[in-house]
């Protein structure tokens, strides 16, 4: 609406200055000489401007002068009597003025344009610092991030909105120093006094955890931050930071520490060894088992700097590929090796351990038990050493020999004679027999 108002505007200033140039000419046509009609063209000169267009006023300018001139030699004669170097002056002066004119109208024309310009670019740079402001806002609801500022010596603060907010008090409020420190937990004030004026007097800035009691009595977590200002003398005169809500972080922090000390304690409850692992294979925990089986209970080391000396010297090397495989391939670990016990005896365990895995799929901690698996394989090898003798003692009677199981189904048989390569070929096709 206001670019056609002013394209109106314009059309308007062009037909007056058209109508004004004829105008002025017939009427310099028309009357002797002498008169001064030439003035009038610098009017129409100035009235050419109103259209913001250079061009039409370096025509308009140009115009007049040759009208100027052209109207002397269409005018009727002077009056009798009547100079006509007074005359020539008039007509050289109008022409004059209708130059210079136009050139202080292209001057006014280009400063407006300056100014237009300027204006457009104020105009942009306050909505972007608009935008960017809202932006902050935004963000600091959503973080709970504000900003504060003491200056100094007058020890008066001045707080931003989500400051007031976390304080639960109306924006706007501005408390002195000691007002401000009155706000935190009975426990926290000498702390916050302390750090708060080392850092005006020292220059020594600030980061620190702690908990305030806002205006309608709630606790709530804050982190503030603090660093000192200075002048061009070098004198702190300004105090100034961030002041950030962090209760539930600090919720969220305690939540998992009652997660993982519950799981610890059910861990160190159960009879074998429970141990957890970062993602890039770093053991980070192992139960309590694994320090009285080991013997190692006080000083208790990070399990990190001393699972590997218990293994079997033998066991180290495969044990380590194995759990660098899977801490590679995200596949579930298992291995058997050899872990010193207390009285210095090596004895064979299990270890296993899978992952876990975020929303991602990325993994964000392995979970293994190792399991003392030692009494079990002694019984697999006096089980295989034994079935290894009966077998020599039936291969080596040279009667016939058979075995039946309790449903009477051939599990043995050996004819009479048969040599012992014969009968495992006998003993092999044997059960598809009977079975």
């Known amino acids: 609406m206001s670019s056609w108002s002013s394209s109106i505007s314009a059309k ?22 002498g008169f001064a009609h030439g003035t009038l063209y610098p009017l129409l000169v100035v009235l050419a401007g109103l259209s913001r267009r250079r061009r039409w006023v370096i025509g308009v300018s140009v115009t007049a002068i040759l009208l100027t001139i052209l109207g002397f030699w269409l005018s009727p004669p002077a009056p009798n009597g009547f ?13 004059l003025a209708s130059a210079i004119t136009g050139g202080l109208v292209l001057v006014v ?6 100014v237009k310009a300027t204006q457009l670019a104020l105009n942009q740079t306050y909505d972007t610092l608009r935008s960017q402001q809202r932006l902050l806002e935004i963000a600091s609801e959503i973080g ?14 001045t707080w931003s909105d989500e400051v007031c907010r976390i304080h639960e008090v109306e924006p706007g409020f501005s408390p ?56 061009s003398q070098g004198e702190i005169v300004i105090v100034q930071g961030a002041f950030q809500d962090i209760t539930a972080r600090k919720q969220a922090e305690a939540f998992l520490e009652r997660s993982e000390q519950r799981f610890r304690q059910l861990a160190d409850a159960m009879p074998l060894i429970v141990w957890t692992a970062e993602p890039n294979g770093t053991v980070d925990y ?30 180290v090397a495969p044990c380590l590929a194995v759990w660098m495989e899977s801490v590679q391939t995200g596949n579930p670990y298992q291995f058997e090796f050899r872990l010193r016990r207390h009285d210095g005896a090596y004895r064979w365990h299990l270890v296993q351990a899978v992952p876990i895995r ?14 003392e698996i030692h009494d079990q394989k002694q019984l697999e090898q006096e ?53």
């Open 286 to 315: 192992a139960s309590y088992a694994l320090r009285t089986y080991t013997g190692i209970l006080a000083p208790a080391p990070h399990p990190s700097q001393y699972w590997q000396t218990l293994l079997h010297p033998d066991d």
């Open 358 to 371: 975020n929303d991602d799929g990325q993994i964000i901690k392995w979970y293994g038990t190792s399991i």
């Open 83 to 95: 100079p006509i170097s007074y005359v020539i002056a008039n007509r050289g002066l109008s022409g």
């Open 176 to 231: 002195t120093v000691e007002q401000g420190i009155s706000f935190y937990a009975p426990e926290y004030r000498d702390r916050i006094t302390a750090i708060v004026t080392a850092c005006a007097q020292d220059g020594i800035p600030f980061d620190e955890e702690l908990q305030i009691i806002t205006a309608k009595g709630r606790r709530v977590w804050v982190r503030a931050i603090g660093q000192p200002n200075y002048n």
């Open 144 to 157: 709970h991030l504000g900003g504060w500022l003491v200056r100094l010596p007058e020890a008066t603060c």
């Open 109 to 114: 024309l280009h400063h407006l344009d300056q």
């Open 383 to 435: 089980a295989r050493q034994l079935a290894d003798r009966l077998h020599t003692t039936l291969e080596s009677i040279t009667d016939a020999f058979f075995i039946l199981d309790r449903q009477w189904r051939f599990t043995f048989l050996k004819p009479p004679g048969r040599t012992p390569a014969a009968t495992a070929t006998i003993r092999t096709v044997g059960p598809k027999c009977v079975g």
């Open 12 to 33: 308007l200033a062009q037909f007056l200055v058209l109508l004004g140039l004829g105008v002025v000419f017939i009427t310099d046509t028309a009357i002797p000489l």
